[in-house]
């Protein structure tokens, strides 16, 4: 079957130590993009790329990393800069939107608490 | 930033009941999206409406458009205790490139049974 896998379901970061999230599709999909959603709140849009090797930020992408390497892989890394990284990570992907909005799907999401 | 503001935040009713949610936008949109989220769980895509159309219907799901006002409603009929679930709306703007979406702040969804 084919989807987006986020991996892992439950992550705990240090203080001062950089985690890896990891999102995987087997969709084809062209664009992925990455979320976060804090409790009780929307989406906000951290990264995400259109294509291969190519990313732009988001609305709120200060103390996180992209890297997009591979058309199936587009890992988030949550740096020692982001102070409240505690939140719920949504990964998503779409086909091409060519200037409009396309559906995407989303992955189960990875919960970062800080220790 | 969020630009999508959904309406009210929270709904709880009877099994068979309909539910209607509301969702008002800033900017000038393309179309716009609905989706579902589980507790716990990724965002279902549920249905996309184009700025040129009024309605569009989806099993027991209507959704409505008016650019004029910039908002959008999601009704779902003869309501289940398995449509509980937060319901967002997200709007795909005109100004920006690509297939970024904006999403709203969401509905919690009670069905009771």
């Known amino acids: 079957d084919g989807g987006i896998t986020q991996s892992p379901k439950y992550l705990f970061r240090k203080e001062g130590q950089n985690v890896t999230l990891s999102c995987e599709q087997n969709l084809n999909h062209d664009a992925m993009y990455w979320y976060r959603q804090d409790p009780g709140q929307g989406l906000r849009l951290i990264y995400y790329s259109q294509i291969v090797n190519d990313f732009q930020k988001g609305d709120i992408a200060e103390g996180y990393s992209v890297s997009r390497e591979k058309k199936e892989s587009f890992p988030l890394t949550v740096t020692s800069a982001q102070k409240n990284p505690t939140a719920f990570y949504l990964c998503?992907?779409?086909?091409?939107?060519?200037?409009?909005?396309?559906?995407?799907?989303f992955g189960d999401g990875t919960r970062l608490s800080i220790l | 930033s969020q630009q999508g503001e959904e309406d009210p935040q929270a709904l709880s009713i009877q099994e068979g009941e309909n539910a209607t949610m509301n969702c008002s936008y800033k900017?000038?949109?393309?179309?716009l999206q609905w989706y579902r989220q589980n507790s716990g769980r990724g965002l279902v895509h549920l249905i996309l409406?184009?700025?040129?159309?009024r309605e569009k219907h989806s099993g027991r799901l209507r959704v409505t458009l008016d650019t004029s006002k910039k908002s959008s409603s999601l009704l779902i009929t003869a309501s289940r205790a398995a449509d509980t679930a937060s319901y967002f709306c997200?709007?795909?703007?005109?100004?920006?490139?690509?297939?970024?979406?904006?999403f709203g702040e969401g509905t919690q969804l009670t069905v009771n049974p």
């Open positions: 997200a709007g795909s703007p005109r100004e920006t490139s690509g297939s970024r979406l904006t």
């Open positions: 998503a992907s779409s086909i091409a939107g060519r200037g409009l909005g396309q559906p995407q799907h």
């Open positions: 409406i184009r700025s040129n159309e």
């Open positions: 900017t000038s949109i393309n179309n």
